[in-house]
């Protein structure tokens, strides 16, 4: 009785030591998503204010080309 105790609890230490091992990758791949939908997340909003910027000025009947060589000048 005391043999098939002890091997139980082997077992079921290698697969809590297995669980860990997994939880940890996968709060490494939660951390990595995370930033990565950060950085998406910015660079929508980049490109969102860089469209309203051109929309503005295509409002305001100022061709992009035109706006761009008033800059450089």
Known sequence: MK???????AELKAEFESGQKVMAE???????LRDTLL???GAIQILEEEIAKV?????NNTPEAEVNEVKID
């Open 3 to 9: 043999e098939q105790l002890e091997k139980r609890l």
């Open 39 to 41: 950085r998406i997340s």
């Open 55 to 59: 929309s503005e000025k295509e409002q």
């Open 26 to 32: 996968l709060e490494g791949k939660q951390a990595n």
